[in-house]
């Protein structure tokens, strides 16, 4: 049980360039969420996801999109990364099964040159 | 604008001596609040939480106080080890389907 995996755990892109951060969660729950994390401002809540088939924005969508492949997965992508886009990204699912807590994956760094 | 807002970046304290971490939020509809906490290289960890309509929850050396009336919340740890050094996020959520997350506050427990 690994509870919420993201895959890479590091990336290097160039401004311009597209990539999708991986998410996963074997805990069976219907919602699961994206942040970024950045010096002096905290966790900032990017999308998320209600329940398979669903997405809604968070506090800084722009520049990104969101796929909820399944109940399972939850990716996020990059189409033309720019270096504002340089953060720490983390996916975050329900911690039990209540939603009043949430339970993150490792994250990933990602910098854009 | 930010919703939760933790105005202390970090915070020195001695072990064995209590530690408190403070939080204050601007939506008064918020339904839960809670702490978290992180090491570098890591997601951030679920320690504690408050419902609104509670003012205090105890878990261990771990308290959470809420004071709706001023719109604050704060962590105490008592007593505080130096592996409690590390972030800790306050965090509250709306709706029951959005979080909102404070800056940040760095604790150090000195030995």
């Known amino acids: 049980n690994a509870g919420v995996t993201q895959t890479p755990k590091f990336q290097v892109l160039k401004t311009g360039q597209s990539m999708t951060l991986q998410c996963a969660q074997d805990m069976n729950h219907n919602s699961m969420y994206w942040y970024r994390q950045d010096p002096g401002m905290g966790l900032r809540l990017i999308y998320y996801?209600?329940?398979?088939?669903?997405?809604d924005k968070g506090e800084v969508p722009n520049g990104y999109n969101v796929s909820r492949l399944n109940k399972r997965e939850f990716s996020l992508r990059l189409e033309s990364a720019a270096p504002s886009q340089t953060s720490v990204y983390f996916c975050?699912?329900?911690?039990?099964?209540?939603?009043?807590?949430?339970?993150f994956g490792p994250g990933t760094r990602l910098l854009v040159l | 604008d930010q919703q939760v807002k933790q105005n202390s970046p970090s915070l020195s304290v001695q072990e064995g001596r209590i530690s408190i971490l403070n939080c204050d939020y601007t939506?008064?509809?918020?339904?839960?609040f809670l702490w978290y906490k992180k090491y570098p290289a890591e997601g951030p960890t679920f320690l504690i939480s408050?419902?609104?309509?509670?003012d205090k929850n105890e878990d261990g050396r771990f308290t959470v106080f809420l004071n709706k009336s001023a719109k604050h919340l704060s962590l105490h740890i008592v007593p505080s080890q130096p592996g409690d050094s590390a972030v800790y996020f306050c965090?509250?959520?709306?709706?029951?389907?959005?979080?909102?997350f404070g800056s940040g506050t760095k604790l150090n427990v000195k030995p």
């Open positions: 939506n008064s509809m918020f339904d839960y």
């Open positions: 965090a509250a959520l709306y709706n029951f389907n959005k979080f909102y």
């Open positions: 996801s209600a329940s398979e088939g669903t997405t």
């Open positions: 408050i419902s609104s309509i509670k």
């Open positions: 975050a699912s329900p911690l039990g099964a209540g939603q009043e807590t949430q339970y």
